[in-house]
């Protein structure tokens, strides 16, 4: 069993408890794991701090069979501690987030894990912004509203080291 890696993948269910007369929320994290020795799966980490475009993200991905969805982070930090903790092939990287934006996450995953590939992404179509996710580590700076149309191919093409980033 050489080259058997195990994931954590942690989904929270939020529960309502009352608390000194009112209501505190807590989660429950349900653990699983998950083997992804299989050279020919991707793994990859969904990071983006709207829920639904992560749902939409993780539903396009899905659809590939050799695409293995190893977690979500919500901001920048979590996606450097999910980096670390499950060490995904590829990021699909939001750049603008709460407590730590997705240039800065970058540069530090990138730091750890140069392995890992970055595919950034934005609302914003700033050529500075997409010069400093590139700079950061990103292999390529995707538009929001194209990820449907682009995102597998760019997935497929970085880690064929057929995309550039220019």
């Known amino acids: 069993m050489r080259g058997l890696c ?18 505190s929320f807590f989660r429950r994290y349900h653990v699983t794991t998950m083997a992804t020795s299989d050279p020919h799966r991707t793994t990859v980490l969904i990071v983006d701090d709207h829920r639904l475009f992560r749902a939409g993200v993780r539903a396009v991905l899905e659809e590939y069979p050799e695409i293995v969805i190893v977690g979500e982070a919500t901001n920048g930090l979590e996606a450097v501690n ?4 499950f060490r995904p092939r590829v990021i699909v990287m939001d750049v603008d987030m709460p407590y730590m934006d997705g240039i800065q996450a970058t540069r530090l995953i990138k730091q750890e894990l140069q392995h890992t590939t970055i595919i950034g992404l934005s609302v ?9 996710l590139l700079e950061a580590g990103a292999v390529t700076y995707l538009q929001k509203n194209d990820v449907d149309i682009d995102l ?5 093409q970085s880690l064929g080291g057929q995309l550039s980033a220019s």
């Open 6 to 23: 195990r994931y954590i993948i942690f989904t929270h269910q939020t529960t309502r408890r009352p608390a000194f007369g009112g209501l």
């Open 82 to 85: 999910h980096a670390r903790a």
């Open 124 to 132: 914003n179509e700033s050529r500075t912004i997409r010069d400093a």
């Open 152 to 156: 597998y191919r760019c997935i497929q």
